[in-house]
T-cell receptor, first 121, second 112 residues
């Protein structure tokens, strides 16, 4: 149980185009989904917190107009990298917190997707 | 340094040996979690230890938490080549809710 998928797993695009990455919780409903970015041999940096039906909360330094997040349902969140540039090339990982742990911070575990590798040429 | 800093950054051991990784953090936490990441893959949750717990075991894994020192350790006993991966600690704080702050990670290599 608690499987999170991401699509696509790998994408190559031209500079200036937009790329959409999907994050789905396959066998559970997620109150909250998180989007992270990871550079090679580096740690994960939280970009934004996404709650179903409300606007995402972005971390300091993350451009909300650049990284559009839509959390349309309890099982799907999307991240759109708009007008992508080579410096946006990175590994993007989402995670989801199950609904059944909502409000019980001591039990909350984030389940991570397999990641999406974005290369902007 | 930042919240959730791992030590060492890289560790290379022989199969069968034990591997110990340490993590330090700065602010008060609710939970501390350890994750594993194989190269180019997503994260796998290993173990969660609550702020009121001092030690937790799961199979070959042993995690300790010292809130007075704001540090945690992950011990992998009888390591296997398949344990080769990056290991990250992550904390969620009293003020950050469920948002996790990750450390820089330890790259563990277990040589057969």
């Amino acid at each position: 149980g608690a499987v999170v998928s991401q699509h696509p797993s790998r994408v190559i695009c031209k500079s200036g185009t937009s790329v959409k990455i999907e994050c789905r919780s396959l066998d559970f409903q997620a109150t909250t989904m998180f989007w992270y970015r990871q550079f090679p041999k580096k740690s994960l940096m939280l970009m934004a917190t996404s709650n179903e039906g409300s606007k995402a909360t972005y971390e300091q330094g993350v451009e909300k107009d650049k990284f559009l997040i839509n959390h349309a349902s309890l099982t799907l969140s999307t991240l759109t990298v708009t007008s992508a540039h080579p410096e946006d090339s990175s590994f993007y990982i989402c995670s989801a917190t199950p609904l059944w742990t909502s409000g019980r911070a001591w039990e909350e575990t984030q389940y991570f997707g397999p990641g999406t590798r974005l290369l902007v040429l | 340094s930042q919240q959730g800093e791992e030590d060492p950054q890289a560790l290379s051991i022989q199969e069968g040996e034990n591997a110990t990784m340490n993590c330090s953090y700065k602010t008060s936490i609710n939970n501390l979690q350890w994750y594993r990441q194989n190269s180019g893959r997503g994260l796998v949750h290993l173990i969660l230890i609550r702020s009121n717990e001092r030690e937790k075991h799961s199979g070959r894994l042993r995690v300790t938490l010292d809130t007075s020192k704001k540090s945690s350790s992950l011990l992998i006993t009888a390591s296997r080549a398949a344990d080769t991966a990056s290991y990250f600690c992550a904390t969620d704080g009293e003020t950050s809710g469920s948002r996790l702050t990750f450390g820089e990670g330890t790259q563990l290599t277990v040589n057969p």
